[in-house]
């Protein structure tokens, strides 16, 4: 079913109802802390007009950013909307590259940081309900669309969710994959992904009681069309059998060069071995490492990282003999023609 969606996307790329964006808006946005939730802090990209000063976005000494027009007056269509979520200890800024490819082809996109999992926010309480992660873009989505002013801009019929990492199975959770936290527990056992069961403390997947049955509860939104799994980890959390039941069209990265325990034939490979084969596509980049997903990294940025945290460079390095920029390219043209086929 993918392939037949990819081969009509192509067919009528010509007729493409998707916009393209002259400039790229950009506004910090916070979803509140409520009753059933904690405050977020997210970044919003989308279609705008080409009024105000351009400015680079979500730079920092080792990793380049985005150009993008402060608090531009967004344009006058109504979009669909991508959110993101990043991986354990990173942030809104790791993905902003894909989001500027996006919002240049069309779509409004949103990026939060998830409290306990990102660089800015290490509370143990809050990473140990991982839980949360997926609803943190439940309630994104649902802020963005009672928003007065970017709310008529996105169609909520046409949504969808990319995830790095961490940020992997956030997203495969919102479309209906489901934790079996025994099932787990005995894969760590036979010390199957031994990157993702260090972390199993810390993210609560021992949990019991109450937050034993959250976390295993289901958590899917059914606004979710589409879902983008950029080289994941904690997959083999998800039962078979919940996997089996998705009916949501999933797009799933590997990256061919495992630098550290989440080897993509255990990870990613897992995912897409127990989806239904009509509902996803699976592409291993055989010169990507895991961090080849995030944004570009600066020169001397290697060098730099290492002096503050060693052994964290990696972040910084790609495999083969192409460079960060060339596998953004194949990844972010990859995306672009699953989204525009399955949100039409």
């Known amino acids: 079913m993918i392939k037949v969606l990819y081969s009509a996307a192509l067919l009528f790329a010509g007729f493409t109802t998707l916009a393209h964006a002259d400039a790229v808006g950009v506004r910090d946005f916070t979803v509140p802390q409520s009753e059933n939730g904690r405050a977020l802090k997210t970044v919003v990209w989308y279609p705008a007009e080409t009024n105000g000063k351009v400015e680079i976005v979500g730079e920092n000494p080792a990793f380049l950013g985005i150009s993008a027009i402060r608090n531009a007056l967004p344009d006058a269509t109504a979009h669909p909307l991508v959110v993101l979520s990043h991986g354990y200890s990173g942030s809104w800024r790791n993905l902003s590259w894909l989001a500027g490819e996006l919002v240049t082809k069309g779509y409004v996109v949103a990026a939060t940081d998830h409290p ?11 990473a140990a309900k991982l839980w949360e992660r997926p609803r943190d873009l439940s309630r994104l989505i649902d802020a963005l669309l009672a928003d007065k002013e970017l709310g008529p801009r996105i169609d909520g019929k046409r949504i969808a969710a990319i995830g790095h990492s961490l940020g992997g199975w956030t997203v495969a959770a919102l479309a209906g994959a489901r934790v079996d936290a025994a099932q787990f527990a005995a894969d760590c056992e036979a010390k199957t992904s031994p990157r993702a069961c260090a972390l199993s403390h810390e993210l609560g997947l021992d949990s019991t009681g109450e937050a034993r049955k959250t976390l295993e509860g289901d958590l899917r939104d059914p ?122």
């Open 116 to 126: 306990g999992t990102t660089t800015f926010d290490r509370s143990r309480t809050e």
């Open 223 to 344: 606004r979710i069309g589409a879902v983008v799994s950029l080289d994941l980890g904690l997959a083999r959390s998800f039962s078979p059998e919940s996997l089996a039941a998705v009916t949501v069209p999933m797009l799933i990265f590997g990256a061919g060069i495992d630098v550290g325990g989440l080897p993509a034939d255990l990870e990613s490979g897992y995912l897409a071995a127990k989806l239904p084969m009509a509902i996803r596509e699976y592409v291993v980049v055989a010169d990507a490492m895991h961090f080849s997903f995030l944004q570009l990294c600066k020169p001397g940025a290697v060098k730099l990282i290492e002096e503050r945290s060693p052994g964290d460079g990696v972040a910084c390095k790609d495999g083969g003999t192409r460079g960060r920029a060339a596998i953004h390219r194949e990844v972010a043209d990859r995306i672009a023609t699953f989204l525009g086929a399955t949100l039409p």
